[in-house]
């Protein structure tokens, strides 16, 4: 999900992008599990299907009994699939988030699931205490990413494991390029719908500090027979900057629901391409 880097460069912290803008990340994009939950609830409509924390986890040939930190855990959905797996070692989750932190949704099977509030660039954990780090969706919401790559190459273990998800250049192309032409054509003024740090960036500045084994999910796609999940991720995005030249939500609301209906109407369905890598990290 997301953590933050205490301390980014001069000129981030001059002109923070919103999406490692600690504030706004704090209080507006995960004060609650809202927002995040928008952004799971699509891929009910994956086909194929992909079971994305087992086929994480599977990477990383967990043995089962290893002491395991998530790093950005959101809203525990990591944490809970090491639980359904039977996993016997001592499992954190943490986050920057309170608001997260709050929501963590582990089973409570093996009594409750410890969690901490902490930063990425300055985690609270012995050098070489953790045999597997988890990585997930995270690290484009850290402003200063070397350092925190540098923590947790501190903190695993000789032996140990960094796994990283991150998404690929073409996720979500069509649903970016549908907000995009919104923007374009009533002049409002957008956070872009760009990723700052896709699977191909990230298998390079992690290639810095560990040795990466990358491996992508198989070929998918969201197929859309509703407008509504759209819609409402598109809301928990929050695209409109505050400002004098800022767009109506609600009108961009409108445009994505009118034009995926459309979509629909004509072609029977909405189509979004997903596209994610997991690297295994040593």
Known sequence: MSTEGAQGSTAAAAHPERWTDPS???????????NFEARQSIYAYQ??????????????DL???ETVLDVGCGNGSYLAALQRR???????GMDFSAGMLRSVRASDRDGPQPVVQGDAA?????????????????????????????????VVSREGVLLVV???SQ??????????????????????????????????LLSRYFSVARHDAPAAQLVMSEPRPVVEYVRSMSFIRPGPEAGDEEALLA?????VSSSIAAEGAFRITTASSCLVCR
Do not use: K
Not at 24 to 34: G, I, K, T
Not at 86 to 92: E, F, K, N, P, Y
Not at 175 to 197: D, N
Not at 255 to 259: D, L
């Open 63 to 65: 043995a089962g009994d």
């Open 24 to 34: 706004f990340l704090r209080s507006v994009q995960y004060a609650d599990p809202s």
């Open 255 to 259: 445009f994505v629901a009118e034009a």
């Open 171 to 204: 996720h979500s192309a069509e649903l970016r390029a549908l907000v995009r032409r919104w923007f374009a054509e009533t002049g409002a003024r957008a956070v872009p719908p760009r990723q700052s740090l896709d699977a191909d960036a990230g298998e390079s």
């Open 86 to 92: 039977g996993h016997r070692g001592l499992v954190v």
């Open 122 to 154: 300055a985690l609270p954990f012995a050098s070489g205490s953790v045999d597997v780090a988890l990585a997930m969706h995270m690290l484009y919401h850290v402003p200063d990413r070397a350092r925190a790559l540098l923590e947790l190459r501190r």
């Open 47 to 60: 086909q194929p299907r992909l079971r994305i924390h087992d086929w994480a986890l599977d990477l990383g």
């Open 166 to 168: 991150l998404n690929g």
